[in-house]
């Protein structure tokens, strides 16, 4: 099963200089790399990255993640996927741009299908 997380522009940068990131500020303070399953990904885009251009996609395959991945209820005690560990850069199966388009984010063709 693939989930995904949404990244800002330096921080997808420092996961590929780095090979390893603990995620955005908000990850570091929860304690653990928030993602999203694909029927999540746009409420989570839509709500935490409002606005913002130059992010970046990318698909986690959860069969990469092990022990260290743990679903666990949030948003409306929807179950999300937390990893508690380091995300590193040989756990990605893809990348894709998330452009704005007017209000939203533009998903890329046949992300829906993920679902």
């Given amino acids: 099963m693939l ?3 949404i990244f800002r522009a330096d921080e997808w940068a420092a996961l590929r200089h780095d090979g390893t990131t603990r995620g955005a500020p908000i990850d570091v303070s929860d304690g653990f790399v928030h993602f999203s399953t694909a029927e999540q990904a746009a409420e989570t885009a839509a709500k935490h990255f409002a606005g913002e ?3 970046m996609l990318v ?3 959860t069969d990469r993640l092990g022990d260290a991945l743990k679903w666990e209820p949030s948003r409306g005690g929807a179950l999300f996927p937390h990893l508690y560990r380091e995300m590193r850069i040989g756990d990605v199966t893809w990348a894709q741009p998330l452009p704005l388009a007017g209000d939203a984010h533009a998903f890329p063709p046949g992300f829906a299908d993920e679902a």
């Fill in 59 to 61: 698909a986690v395959d």
């Fill in 3 to 5: 989930i995904y997380k």
């Fill in 53 to 55: 251009a130059d992010l």
